[in-house]
Structure formats: C-alpha cells, structure tokens
C-alpha cells in the first residue's frame, strides 16, 4: 500500500510556464516532506522540504505547499526551465523521534519544452 | 553543500559473485546512513538504515544475511550484496544526513550504484 502518491508520472510544460507537480499521502505521522529532483543515472538532488508546522515555503523559483487536512503537497516551479526537466520525487518522514527514514512516491517525469 | 559519494557507480558481474558498495559523506559526519533500492519506473524503496557503531536496522522483507550492511565510521557505510544472483539486478542508492544539524533536515543521496548480475 502506498503511503505518498505521486498520480501522475508524466508532465509536459513549455518554457516559462508554471509546473506544478502533485503529491498525495495517507499517513498523519508523516510530519516533514520533501522534494527530490532526479536525472538519469544519477541519485537525487534535494531540492526543498516543508514541515507540517508551515502551509507554504518558497526558494527561488520553487514553492512547495502543504494542505494537511486534504494530505496533500504540491511544488510549483515558475518560470519553468529547458534544465528543469527531470524526474521529481515527493518524500515524506514520520515525526521527531524517528530515525529520519523516507517514504518516496513513484516520481513524476517532467519535461519543459523550449 | 552536503555531498555524499557512492561507489563503484556500476558493477556487473556473474551470478553468485559477492559485491560490495562503498557510501560515503565526504564533508559531514553520518550517524546515521541509508539504503535505498530502486527497479526501474518503481519509487525508492528503503532497505534498511545503518547506525554507526550498532547493526542496522532493516526493512520488512530485506534478508540481512543477503545484505550485510557495516557502517564502522561517521563517514563510511557499506552495503554488500553477497551470492548475488540475477533478480538482485537494480539501482542501489545511497543516503546520509548530517548529524550536526538535528533532526527535519534532509538526506543526501550518492550517484547510486547500477548493479548488473548475468
């Protein structure tokens, strides 16, 4: 059983437009959550994160947004770019105390087109 | 920023053959590191988390007599494929978080390891 969804394996934005990529999770436990960007071959990058304490938390070009009552968090990347495109993961920890493992989603493709 | 190193970045090798893989935080000390495996198109599955100085702690359905895991420094765990066999085949990862900085930090992942076993 999946405990962080990522429903959409695939996302197609062109050059400049805003992508949002989508994350979905079960668990109430899970109280910091993060997204990785990956490319082929490679481990993934770290990108941002976003505590259960907070709604919203924005760097740069990224923001991340947390609706806990709906399980749900979404990043949005705008502008976005040609060298975004990459396989975004959405993670998720269980509460202080743990020892920090990660629940990762399947991934979402994402491809910007110039 | 953070970097971890994962070596070697690919093994192939004959079933049966033993291999080990090398995690590394080169500019933060690791209390804790993790392994990962990822089959492709699937999500990252934890293995199991490496504690240095104490056995590591593995996930449901991980043998940890096929995968022994030492982590003998705050810089270094290994994770060792023994009698591999072909359906061991995937992209091991590796990941570590910086003990310095508490705890709602994230981990730092290694380039993987793409594990090949004829």
């Known amino acids: 059983d999946q405990q962080v969804k990522q429903n959409s394996p695939s996302l197609s934005v062109q050059e400049g437009r805003i992508s949002i990529l989508n994350c979905d999770y079960t668990n109430s436990m899970f109280d910091y959550f993060l997204w990785y960007k990956k490319y082929p071959a490679e481990g993934p990058t770290f990108l941002i994160s976003?505590?259960?304490?907070?709604d919203k938390n924005e760097d740069g070009r990224f923001t991340v947004f947390l609706n806990k009552s709906a399980k749900h968090l979404s990043l949005h990347i705008v502008p976005s770019q040609p060298g975004d495109s990459a396989v975004y993961f959405c993670?998720?920890?269980?509460?202080?105390?743990?020892?920090?493992?990660?629940?990762f989603g399947k991934g979402t493709k994402l491809s910007v087109k110039p | 920023g953070a970097v971890v190193s994962q070596h070697p970045s690919w093994v192939i090798c004959k079933s049966g053959t033993s291999v080990k893989i090398e995690c590394r935080s080169l500019?933060?000390?690791?209390?804790?590191m993790f392994w990962y495996r990822q089959f492709p198109k699937q999500s990252l599955m934890l293995m199991a988390t490496?504690?240095?100085?104490?056995?590591?702690?593995?996930e449901q359905g991980v043998e940890k007599d096929k995968f022994l895991i030492n982590h003998a420094s705050l810089t270094l765990s290994t994770l060792t494929v023994t009698s591999a066999h072909p359906e061991d085949s995937s992209f091991y990862i590796c990941?570590?978080?910086?003990?310095?900085?508490?705890?709602?930090?994230?981990?730092?992942f290694g380039d993987g390891t793409r594990l090949s076993i004829l």
């Open positions: 490496s504690n240095e100085g104490s056995k590591a702690t593995y």
């Open positions: 990941s570590a978080r910086d003990r310095g900085l508490g705890s709602n930090q994230p981990q730092h």
């Open positions: 976003i505590s259960s304490i907070k």
């Open positions: 993670a998720a920890s269980p509460r202080r105390g743990s020892q920090g493992n990660l629940i």
């Open positions: 500019d933060f000390q690791a209390t804790t």
